[in-house]
């Protein structure tokens, strides 16, 4: 078989067609300085080019209203929003007047630099924010300078596209029934291009090391969006082989959809919850379009992140009260700001951090900001007379955290009482077991919280010693990880001890090789991208308690990863179609591996 090229699965599927290279036209901006006269002039002519390009923007928001429903229209209020946005705006016109220089320099100034700003961050989901930075910079520059208007060639037949990176303006031009699938080099699973491609269904790697230089347009290439591979030129095995994993793909994608309304029961009747994690309010479509039962985890922090400043109480309970009446009768699991780390700032003046995950960061910063922790609590509170909203506190490392929490909370509630403002007086209150310490903890955390939240992300970060964001260390980073097993049943067992339920909202809790073992050690929910609850839901149903109970025990007699993940395929394999289950999780690659670096591996 040929060479396969891998990079990051973004949306899953295969295909096999010929390429299409979309190639952008240079776009040079020239600094001109002005006479003081022709300010006004400059200033007006920025300000048409900013009315153009909102036009615009509303005009595709139309269009892919049609093909793609809410998710899209979303995406493009986010690039709405960065055109209004003051710092874009005002900040333009302040430069021009001070420096007397064209608009086009100053606004590629401001806006080059907050894109850079994002791009730099470790989360991947505000890395990617930076790509709808730039959709917006060369779609205003496009009517400031010459060469620059965005242009795409009708695409004639179905084809491969394959670009640098991929903007959601240019995702929405390109004719979803011409392209067969999206390769970039750039961007990950949390790009909005690779948002728009999995609801539009077609398959798309990112982070295709070099693939513009190395494909050319009319070159053949076979897609595997599911594992994050691509073969160039394949041959004719290769391109049989593609075909045939397309059909089956679409046969389990068919009968996936069809468990959407269907509880997430075992053969011999053992229900878990399947919740979603939610982002900001354009997910809840695909709360609903995957069947979710409600939402378990809402990152709040994610819902203000092109704020300069946190919003006040009536903001952020507009904002809550929203998504939690769109969930009801379902409840919502809010989870107080996780700021700092590898987020957002607390203002412009948030101390620069030497290792800022081991630093002030989610409940360190709510504990010590006491209005801002105050207003948040208040507005969650206010929120919760309006359906069933739990509460979660992150990265408690102890009883102390949890306690100094709880006290910050009976504050919010008594000063709502006092001015009779109806919010839920029995929320429950959870929290974010992400932290060693406090999964060392986790009998006497019981005791004191409602239910606990198992932040596998972090979890595994902190006992790995393995920043999750840092790509050269990505191998050591295992959901599987013996230690990592341990630590999640400890808190499991411990929780039921006292009667309490254990989610998980980490990513492991959408890793099909996980599923059984967590079902077999007892989790009772499961929170994850709304996109992979079929999947999850499929391998449940496909299961006894008893066989995953057994899948759980030998997986932690296991003193290896090589060891657990042996055991969970053995008793994955056939649940969900050997298709996914062998592509999702290779056996753990070795440092040198990692180090290789040229993304090639040779297909088996
Ligand atoms: C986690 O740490 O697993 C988690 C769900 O929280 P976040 O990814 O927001 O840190
Ligand atoms: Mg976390």
């Given at each position: 078989m040929d060479r396969m090229i891998s990079g990051i699965p973004a949306s899953p599927g295969f295909a096999v067609g010929e390429v299409h290279l979309l190639e952008r036209g240079s776009l040079t901006v020239e600094e001109r300085a002005l006479d003081p006269d022709e300010v006004p002039a400059e200033i007006d002519r920025f300000e048409l080019a900013l009315g153009l390009a909102r036009s615009e923007v509303k005009a595709l928001q139309k269009r892919i209203a049609q093909t793609m429903g809410e998710e899209g229209v979303g995406i493009f209020g986010v690039h709405l929003m960065i055109l209004q946005d003051p710092m874009v705006v005002e900040e333009t016109i302040k430069g021009v007047r001070e420096t007397l220089t064209n608009s086009a320099t100053v606004f590629n100034g401001i806006i080059t630099r907050m894109r850079d700003g994002l791009s730099n961050a470790a989360d991947e989901y505000l890395a990617q924010r930076a790509i709808d930075i730039e959709d917006v910079r060369r779609r205003v520059l496009g009517h400031l300078v010459p060469g620059g208007r965005l242009f795409l060639k009708q695409l004639q037949r179905p084809v491969v596209v394959i670009a640098r990176e991929l903007t959601p303006s240019e995702t929405a031009h390109l004719d979803p029934e011409k392209v067969l699938a999206f390769v970039t080099e750039a961007g990950g699973r949390t790009s909005h291009a690779a948002i728009m491609a999995r609801s539009l269904g077609v398959p798309a790697v990112a982070g295709v090391s070099r693939i513009t230089e190395r494909a050319r347009t009319g070159s053949l290439m076979a897609v595997d969006g599911t594992s994050g591979q691509v073969a160039l030129n394949p041959d004719e095995r290769t391109i049989k082989f593609f075909e045939s994993q397309k059909a089956v793909f679409a046969e389990l994608e068919r009968e996936l959809l069809k468990l959407k309304n269907l509880p997430a029961v075992t053969l011999d009747g053992r229900e878990v919850e399947l919740s979603a994690n939610v982002?900001?309010?354009?997910d809840m479509e695909s709360v609903i379009r995957y069947g979710a039962?409600?939402?378990?985890?809402?990152?709040?922090e994610y819902l203000y992140l092109d704020h300069e400043e946190l919003p006040c109480e009536d903001e952020q309970y507009a904002d809550y009260r929203d998504i939690v009446e769109k969930a009801s009768p379902d409840s919502v699991i809010i989870r107080t700001f996780d700021l700092g780390g590898d987020k957002i700032g607390v203002g412009p003046e948030s101390p620069l951090e030497g290792n800022p995950f081991l630093g002030w960061r989610a409940i360190r910063v709510s504990l010590s900001e006491t209005d801002l922790f105050h207003t948040q609590l208040r507005a969650i509170l206010r929120s919760s007379a309006h359906g069933s909203v739990k509460l979660l506190f992150p990265m408690i490392s102890g009883l102390e955290e949890l306690r100094q929490s709880k006290e910050a909370l009976e504050r919010a509630c008594e000063s709502l009482r006092e001015e009779g403002i109806a919010f839920d007086e029995d929320i429950p209150v959870g929290i974010m077991m992400e932290l060693p310490s406090a999964c060392a903890m986790a009998d006497s955390l019981a005791l004191e919280a409602d239910f606990l939240s198992l932040g596998t992300n972090d979890l595994i970060q902190y006992s790995l010693a393995v920043d999750r964001g840092n790509p050269r260390v990505a191998y050591l980073y295992q959901e599987l990880h013996p230690a990592i097993l341990r630590q999640i049943k400890a808190v499991i067992d411990a929780a039921h001890q006292h009667g309490r339920w254990v989610g998980m909202c980490g990513e492991m809790a959408a890793n099909p090789l996980a599923t059984m073992i967590l079902v077999g050690m007892g989790l009772d929910e499961f929170s994850m991208n709304p996109d992979s609850l079929p999947e999850i839901k499929k391998i449940i149903r496909s299961c006894t308690h008893a066989e995953a109970k057994a899948c759980a025990d030998e997986a932690l007699q296991e003193t290896t990863i090589e060891g657990v993940t042996r055991v969970a395929r053995r008793y994955t394999k056939g649940k969900l179609g050997d298709l996914i289950t062998e592509m999702l999780e290779p056996v753990p690659a070795s440092s040198a591996d990692a180090s290789d670096g040229n993304g090639e591996i040779e297909n088996a």
């Open positions: 982002e900001t309010p354009m039962r409600g939402i378990g985890l809402l990152r709040t």
